[in-house]
Each structure stands twice: as structure tokens, then as C-alpha cells.
């Protein structure tokens, strides 16, 4: 099983190279690297820079503000100064995003992701080949390239795309278009996976999932680590398009009223009507020793890599390392 470590979203740039070193001491495969606040491409680069063997994969860059050109340009450079170690996860984002925050015309998501893979594909084939560049879908036209401007090939493994997704035309796309496929933290339970992801998604492309996970040194940590995930998901299982695992337990009336709350501005009531029953249902829970025979028999045969948060403490750092390969030894979806 790969293990595949999270970040934040806030650690500042200067830090990132510290951090990725700390990720690569600790034993990870994999560093997923988010987008919100910094650029993704830049917090990959110089996590790249500062390790060896880490891989390092964006989770998820936002694709439809950025030209596809660009995009398959960047993610050629990051390959090649890796040495094989860079992979791009492409998102989405909803429409306000993409209209208000980005000041870009609105297509179908599903269809516009399907057409962006489809050039960033053709664009690397351009730079592999040296053949002429033509690609034209529903959104995009490229017929352009000349010599001056194609990097050429690569010596090392070209970048891998991975996509993620939490309704049935997403999850369909990714099985048809992506070498990868990440879950959604509020959908990575085995139950999602068994209905909803694995009849769909074939063996040659991988899972990574993202769960929520309740765990920390010691039984007061683990508590403390609950009440956190308890505030965390009740505030995503706010927003109805996340809410398939609940609809799955027959719990939408709770998303219907966490969705009530937010739209009365009551957030800090959310985590009251996320009881004990569906934390415990729908997030593994032990401490480091306990984590890797939990995650064991939640996830082996289902995924092919598991999303760990490093401890907040580095202190704790010498007992997760343990942990880590706990996980890794977990059997895979590939075998």
C-alpha cells in the first residue's frame, strides 16, 4: 500500500522545503500537495527541490483557469527536474469559482475536464514525438507548437493524471480519461468504494483515498482528534453535493439540517448533530499502534494508497514512522 502524506493549506512557502524533508524522514511514498491559498505548481517545485525520493502529487490543481499549453508545460518541467517524482491531480472547482473568483465563462465541468485531459495528452505526445500538435475538442483547439517552443522528450517517467470526484459522471470520467483516482474525503468510506467507485474504476487505474481518520499517540489524543473530525465533516456534510455516503446510511435528513444551520448562520451547532453513531460508522479511529490493523480492515483490496496527516507534533514523529509502515503493509487493490 502506498502512503501518502496530506499537508495544510497554510504552511508558508519559506517552510515547504522543511516540510517535504520532514514527509521524506518519516517514510511516505507519496506528498499530496492541495490549492487554495498557493499556487500548487510552486508548493510542488520546491518540495521537489528540497527531497530525493518523495513523490510528489498535486491534489487537486485547478485546471480550467489555466491554459492546458501552460499546464502540460509546467507539469513537463517538474518531471524532468524531479527525475520521474511529479504527478498532476486536476480539479474542477463549482461554478461561483469559476465565474466570480476566476472571471471565466461557465461550460459543462464533466465535459470541459474530459476535453482539458484530452489536449494536456495530446500536448505531451507533441513533446515525447515531435509530431505536429492537432487537437480539437469542445473547448479547445491547439495546432500550434513549432520547434522552438517543444521541450522535447523526457528521460525520466512522464507526469501521471489523476482526477477526483464524488458523483457517478466523475467517478465514470476518471475510469475512462485518468491514471488515478482520489476520493473525496467525505466519500472514502469502504461502502463508497464498494458501491459506488470499484465497480467503475478499472484495475489499471489507481485509488488513492483521502478518509477522515480519528487517531493520535495516546487515548486522550485520539479523543482530542475526535472532536476535531467531529467539527470537520459536519461542516462539509453541509454542502449537498458531498453528501452520497450520508444518502448511502439513509442519513440525508442530517445533511438536510447541517445545510438548514449554515444557512442560518448557526456554524457553531454544526458538530452537535453529527452524533457518536455516524462518527463511529463513518471514520476509522485508534491510536498510532491501533491505526494500520484499523485502516487494515477498512481499506485492504479496496485502494491502492491511504491518505495519513503527519502528527502535529513532530515529537511524535519517531512513533508514527511505525505507523507508516504499518499501512504500508496493508494489502492493495492491485494485488
Same mark, same amino acid.
Do not use: K
Given at each position: 500500500? $502506498?502512503?501518502?502524506?496530506?499537508?495544510? *493549506?497554510?504552511?508558508?512557502?519559506?517552510?515547504?522545503?522543511?516540510?517535504?524533508?520532514?514527509?521524506?524522514? #518519516?517514510?511516505? *511514498?507519496?506528498?499530496?500537495?492541495?490549492?487554495?491559498?498557493?499556487?500548487?505548481?510552486?508548493?510542488?517545485?520546491?518540495?521537489?527541490?528540497?527531497?530525493?525520493?518523495?513523490?510528489?502529487? &498535486?491534489?487537486?490543481?485547478?485546471?480550467?483557469?489555466?491554459?492546458?499549453?501552460?499546464?502540460?508545460?509546467?507539469?513537463?518541467?517538474?518531471?524532468?527536474?524531479?527525475?520521474?517524482?511529479?504527478?498532476?491531480?486536476?480539479?474542477?472547482?463549482?461554478?461561483?469559482?469559476?465565474?466570480?473568483?476566476?472571471? #471565466?465563462?461557465?461550460?459543462?465541468?464533466?465535459?470541459?475536464?474530459?476535453?482539458?485531459?484530452?489536449?494536456?495528452?495530446?500536448?505531451?505526445?507533441?513533446?515525447?514525438?515531435?509530431?505536429?500538435?492537432?487537437?480539437?475538442?469542445?473547448?479547445?483547439?491547439?495546432?500550434?507548437?513549432?520547434?522552438?517552443?517543444?521541450?522535447?522528450?523526457?528521460?525520466?517517467?512522464?507526469?501521471?493524471?489523476?482526477?477526483?470526484?464524488?458523483?457517478?459522471?466523475?467517478?465514470?470520467?476518471?475510469?475512462?480519461?485518468?491514471?488515478?483516482?482520489?476520493?473525496?474525503?467525505?466519500?472514502?468510506?469502504?461502502?463508497? #468504494?464498494?458501491?459506488?467507485?470499484?465497480?467503475?474504476?478499472?484495475?489499471?487505474?489507481?485509488?488513492?483515498?483521502?478518509?477522515?481518520?480519528?487517531?493520535?499517540?495516546?487515548?486522550?489524543?485520539?479523543?482530542?482528534? $475526535?472532536?476535531?473530525?467531529?467539527?470537520?465533516?459536519?461542516?462539509?456534510?453541509?454542502?449537498?453535493?458531498?453528501?452520497?455516503?450520508?444518502? #448511502?446510511?439513509?442519513?440525508?435528513?442530517?445533511? *438536510?439540517?447541517?445545510?438548514?444551520? &449554515?444557512?442560518?448562520?448557526?456554524?457553531?451547532?454544526?458538530?452537535?448533530?453529527?452524533?457518536?453513531?455516524?462518527?463511529? &460508522?463513518?471514520?476509522?479511529?485508534?491510536?498510532?499502534?491501533?491505526?494500520?490493523?484499523?485502516?487494515?480492515?477498512?481499506?485492504?483490496? $479496496?485502494?491502492?494508497?491511504?491518505?495519513?496527516?503527519?502528527?502535529?507534533?513532530?515529537?511524535?514523529?519517531?512513533?508514527?514512522?511505525?505507523?507508516?509502515?504499518?499501512? $504500508?503493509?496493508?494489502?492493495?487493490?492491485?494485488?
Amino acid at each position: 500500500m $502506498r502512503v501518502i502524506a496530506g499537508m495544510s *493549506d497554510r504552511i508558508a512557502l519559506r517552510d515547504i522545503g522543511e516540510y517535504a524533508r520532514r514527509i521524506e524522514r #518519516l517514510g511516505f *511514498d507519496v506528498l499530496h500537495v492541495p490549492e487554495t491559498i498557493h499556487d500548487s505548481l510552486t508548493v510542488a517545485t520546491l518540495a521537489l527541490e528540497h527531497t530525493t525520493r518523495l513523490h510528489v502529487q &498535486t491534489s487537486l490543481t485547478l485546471a480550467f483557469p489555466r491554459s492546458p499549453m501552460l499546464l502540460a508545460l509546467q507539469s513537463w518541467d517538474l518531471a524532468a527536474m524531479s527525475g520521474g517524482r511529479f504527478d498532476l491531480g486536476l480539479g474542477s472547482q463549482i461554478r461561483p469559482n469559476i465565474e466570480g473568483r476566476f472571471g #471565466l465563462t461557465w461550460h459543462v465541468p464533466i465535459q470541459w475536464m474530459d476535453d482539458y485531459v484530452t489536449c494536456v495528452r495530446a500536448i505531451w505526445s507533441s513533446f515525447a514525438t515531435g509530431e505536429p500538435l492537432h487537437v480539437e475538442t469542445e473547448n479547445y483547439r491547439f495546432d500550434r507548437l513549432q520547434p522552438f517552443f517543444n521541450p522535447g522528450p523526457l528521460d525520466v517517467r512522464p507526469p501521471r493524471i489523476w482526477l477526483g470526484g464524488i458523483n457517478s459522471r466523475a467517478i465514470s470520467l476518471a475510469s475512462r480519461v485518468a491514471d488515478g483516482f482520489v476520493t473525496h474525503p467525505t466519500n472514502s468510506h469502504p461502502r463508497f #468504494l464498494d458501491e459506488c467507485v470499484l465497480p467503475v474504476i478499472p484495475h489499471d487505474v489507481e485509488i488513492a483515498t483521502a478518509a477522515p481518520i480519528i487517531t493520535g499517540r495516546t487515548s486522550d489524543d485520539v479523543l482530542s482528534s $475526535r472532536s476535531a473530525q467531529r467539527a470537520v465533516l459536519a461542516f462539509l456534510y453541509s454542502t449537498p453535493a458531498y453528501r452520497r455516503t450520508l444518502d #448511502l446510511f439513509g442519513w440525508s435528513r442530517i445533511g *438536510d439540517e447541517l445545510r438548514r444551520l &449554515t444557512r442560518e448562520g448557526r456554524w457553531s451547532e454544526l458538530a452537535e448533530h453529527l452524533d457518536d453513531e455516524h462518527l463511529d &460508522t463513518l471514520v476509522p479511529s485508534g491510536t498510532f499502534a491501533e491505526l494500520p490493523d484499523v485502516l487494515g480492515r477498512w481499506f485492504a483490496g $479496496r485502494t491502492d494508497g491511504i491518505l495519513l496527516q503527519p502528527p502535529s507534533d513532530p515529537s511524535d514523529d519517531h512513533d508514527f514512522a511505525a505507523t507508516i509502515e504499518g499501512v $504500508r503493509a496493508i494489502t492493495p487493490r492491485s494485488e
